[in-house]
C-alpha cells in the first residue's frame, strides 16, 4: 500500500439560505481543485508554513498578519504573501469563517500506509466520525499526545482541510491522515502486524485503566450516537470503556479522545519502561 495525499476531497460548501447578500457571498467562492486543501485562521496557517513537507501554493494575508508573520517567520516564510483586504478572504469561505487575515491553499500531505507505520507510537482509528469540529478538535488532542497517525474512512468522514484544519489548530501539520475504503479490512491488518486493537464504547467489557496496553498499538473511537459499528466492534481484541464518577455518564467524542489517549499512552509508556 503506498503513501498517497491524505486532502484529497474537494472541499464541500453547503449553499446558505436567507438574504441575497449571503448568497451573493457564496457564488463568488471559487471551485477549487479536488488536491487542494484549504487553511485559514493564525494557527493553522503558520503551523503549515513551518511545515517542510507541506507545499504553500497560495498565501493571502491582511497587512497586519503580514507584518506579524515577517516577524515571526522571518527568512524562513517559504512563499511571499498577497497583501489583500479582510473582506477579499471572507469571500472565500463560509460567512461566519474565523480567518484572523490568514488563507492559504496548499498541496494536500502524503499519508502513511499500514506497512509504514512504525508502532512505536499510538495510532487512533476514527470509525465515521463526521463532524469536522470534533475531528479537528481530535486532531488537536492526538498532536498534543504526539500520535503517530489518524485512520479513518474515505466515506462518512470529513476531508482535512477547512473547517477540520481550523478545529485542530495546526495539528494537521503533526498527525498525518491515512485514509483507507475499509476500516474492518484495516484493523484487521493491523492486528496480523501485532497491534493490539482496542476500541472505546460506553458498554465495554474493561475498565480502560484497568486495560494492560502494550505498544504497538491502535485506539478505535466510534461517532457519537452510534458508537463503534458492529464490524469494527469484532476486529478490536477489547472493548474499554470510560466509568466517569459523575451524573453524566457520556462525553463529547473530542473529550472521550482526550481521555482515552492519555490513558493509552500512559499505558504504552509503562509497559515499554518509559
Known sequence: MSERPFSSRKPRFQRPHGKQG???????????????????????????????????????????????????????????????????????????????????????????????????????????????????????????????????????????????????????????????RNLGDTLTALGERGFQRIGLDSSGEADLDEVKITLPVVLVLGSEGKGLRQRTRECCDVIGRLDMPGAIKSLNVSNAAAISLYAVVKGAARSSGK
Not at 500531505?109 to 482509528?125: D, I, M, W, Y
Open 22 to 180: 449571503r448568497r451573493d457571498h457564496q457564488s463568488r467562492r471559487p471551485n477549487f481543485e479536488i488536491d487542494t486543501t484549504i487553511l485559514y485562521g493564525w494557527h493553522p496557517v503558520v503551523e503549515a508554513l513551518r511545515n517542510g513537507k507541506r507545499t504553500i501554493r497560495r498565501l493571502l494575508a491582511t497587512e497586519n498578519s503580514a507584518r506579524r508573520l515577517s516577524e515571526e517567520l522571518g527568512a524562513s516564510l517559504p512563499i511571499e504573501p498577497e497583501i489583500v483586504r479582510p473582506d477579499e478572504i471572507n469571500r472565500l469561505l463560509e460567512p461566519d469563517a474565523v480567518h484572523q487575515g490568514l488563507y492559504a491553499e496548499a498541496d494536500p500531505l502524503r499519508s502513511p500506509s499500514v506497512e509504514t507505520l512504525s508502532g512505536k507510537r499510538v495510532v487512533l482509528a476514527l470509525d465515521q466520525i463526521t463532524d469536522p469540529h470534533n475531528v479537528g478538535a481530535i486532531v488537536r488532542t492526538a498532536a498534543a499526545f504526539d500520535v503517530e497517525a489518524i485512520i479513518t474512512t474515505a466515506r462518512h468522514s470529513p476531508a482535512a482541510t477547512g473547517v477540520l484544519a481550523k478545529s485542530a489548530s495546526g495539528g494537521l501539520e503533526h498527525v498525518p491522515f491515512m485514509i483507507v
